[in-house]
Every structure is written in C-alpha cells, then in structure tokens.
C-alpha cells in the first residue's frame, strides 16, 4: 500500500482512473473514423480506480460512490475486467458498507476479476486510522474466484470467519486491527492462500489483538500453502516474535516479516532460538529497536536468510522521564 500516492499499477495492470475518463457523449459513440480515439483503455487492460475525489482539506467530493459505480457499469465492459482499486468512497466519516454492497451486488456483472484493493487513499484524503471500513464478509461470499483482497483502515473491519478456495494474498493495512478480527482470520479456511500480511498497529486505533488472538493464524491449521507471514505494525512485536519462533506454521514459511513494529532485544533473542532451523530466505525486522550486538548476533545465526535490519529507532522519552518505543504507522 503506497500511503503517500495512489497505485500505478495493481494486479499486474496500469491503473486507469475512471473519474478522470469523460463519459462517452452520443455524438462521440456515432462519430466518424477521424475522431480522436476514445480515452479509456480496453477493459480487461487496466485495473480500475473508482474513487469520488478528496474531502479533505479543502477539497471537495465530485460525485456520489453510487453514481460512479454506476458509471463504471454503463461505460466498461466489466466482463474483462480483473482488477478494481476502491478509492476515498465518500466523507471521511462514511464506512466502507456502501462499495462493498455495491460490490457485493455486482459480482455477476464482474466474472473476470480476480484482484480487489479496499481503501487505496492517501494521507491527504482521510489518514490511515479514520478510514471507516465495514463487514468485508460478502467480498469473499461473492467473488470465489478472487485472488488477491488488500483492505485498509481498521476502525469498525469486520470478517465472519469464512472459507475460501482461490485467494493467494490478502492483506490488512491499518493503525489498529480489531482482535475479534484478527480471531476471525484465524478461524476461517484459505488453503491456496501463500502471503498473509497484518498491521496489528495500536491499543488507541482499536489494535487491542493480543497473542492469544492470533493463535488460529500461527497454528497454521486454516492456511496450508502459506509460505509469506507478516505480523507487523505492532506495539507488541517482542511477544510477537517470541510465539513465532515456535509456532507450528514457521515449519512452512520462506518469508517472515516482523517490521514497522516495536521489536527490542527480548524479541531478537527468541528469534535466535527458533529461527536457525527453520526454512526462511527472507526476515524482514525493519523500523526496529534492537541493539548492535544482538543484530551482529542475528546476522551470524541467520547467514543464508536475506536480513532487513534498517531503520534503528531510539526509544522516545516523555516529559516525565518515561521512555517508551513506538510503530511505525500509528496515525
């Protein structure tokens, strides 16, 4: 998720933004050879972005989320199209329920599509942890064949554990994901599912997970295939780490991505013990507080595994004296 500009590209296609393509006029659909081309892409060429424009800051939305997506209907053979970026889908304070029901409402309408983004908006939009979401259940219910889901914004996310026979990514960008979600993902069945991505975030943006809640997800029972975990994002990425480093679906993982969180020297170390038998090629530890003997310590246990440890943060210090460690993405 680029949370300072929107997606280029998504699903392995060029984005087209569909509020920025002039509806086609009658006198356009009639015209002669030696009219311009029409400006839109064929349909199954680009993966389309639906968003009303910017309400914040100033800025003004252009056309209601319904209105466009009926647009998008009219104007697009959406028989072809297999990737669909949901934009700023209102006022920052409207929830994500109505371009899901919409969504939701037209699967016959949308056969092909296989890869679906929930919340691509940037901080000049609405920040990370007011985006409203909403019940993301029918998403899944409705599109079977769908391969990649990536959903953002925490607050109000919602999942009836589900299962589901083609998805291979999902991810879930937030400033605080709810534990009875996290619980939910856990508890439903994804079995061609291989990259599962979280930003846990924090307790003040409903981050209130704890490790008991993501025990459905590190017993691996629900998720087969899966060889890229990420539990990221975290203010309690030590506890994290620890219950990773033992957990039954590390036997199965290639990439484990531990970064952005508050990941110390007690976390570093229980990965020391778990880690150097396991199967990774990649650990991803970036945006952490871990010392430099403890690092140097990780690079010589690990010496085959591609290692990430960029970003080494100071503990902050209030004004009392309290000091304390911080996520990366916690607005």
């Not at 910017?54 to 466009?68: M, Q």
């Not at 994290?240 to 970064?259: M, N, W, Y």
Request: with cysteine; charged share 25%.
């Amino acid at each position: 998720m680029t949370l300072n500009g929107h997606r280029k590209r998504f699903g392995g296609l060029p984005v087209a933004e569909l509020h920025e393509i002039p509806r086609p006029t009658t006198t356009e659909a009639n015209s002669a050879p030696s009219t311009p081309p029409d400006p839109r892409p064929r349909a199954g060429d680009a993966a389309w972005a639906l968003r009303v424009g910017n309400s914040y800051r100033g800025h003004s939305i252009t056309e209601s989320f319904p209105n466009l997506f009926a647009r998008f209907l009219e104007t697009v053979d959406t028989t072809e199209v297999s990737a669909i970026v949901i934009g700023l889908w209102g006022d920052h304070n409207e929830s994500a329920a109505v371009p899901i029901e919409l969504l939701a409402a037209a699967a016959d309408r949308l056969p092909a599509l296989r890869h679906l983004c929930l919340g691509d908006i940037v901080a000049e939009e609405n920040e990370l942890s007011w985006i409203q979401q909403s019940d993301i259940t029918p998403l899944l219910t409705a599109f079977p064949a769908l391969e990649t889901l990536i959903v953002a914004g925490g607050e109000d996310l919602h999942l009836d554990p589900v299962g589901h026979d083609a998805l291979r990514v999902l991810e879930f960008l937030s400033a605080g994901l709810p534990a009875e979600f996290v619980r939910a993902v856990g508890a439903s069945l994804f079995p061609t599912l291989r990259a599962l991505d979280m930003w846990l975030g924090v307790e003040r943006y409903y981050g209130d997970s704890t490790i008991e809640d993501l025990a459905g997800i590190l017993n691996g029972e629900g998720l087969p295939m899966l060889t890229r975990l990420g539990l990221m994002n975290s203010e309690i990425q030590d506890e994290i780490a620890a219950a990773v480093a033992v957990a039954p679906i590390l036997d199965r993982l290639t990439e484990l991505d531990l970064s952005m969180g508050t990941l110390g020297d007690e976390g570093a170390a229980a990965l020391l013990v778990g880690l150097p038998d396991a199967h990774l090629t990649h650990l991803n530890l970036r945006h952490h507080f871990i010392s430099e003997s403890l690092q140097q310590r990780l690079r010589d246990s690990l010496p085959g595994v591609r290692l990430d440890l960029d970003e080494e943060e100071e503990p902050y210090e209030s004004a009392d004296g309290e000091t304390g460690r911080y996520v990366e993405v916690a607005e």
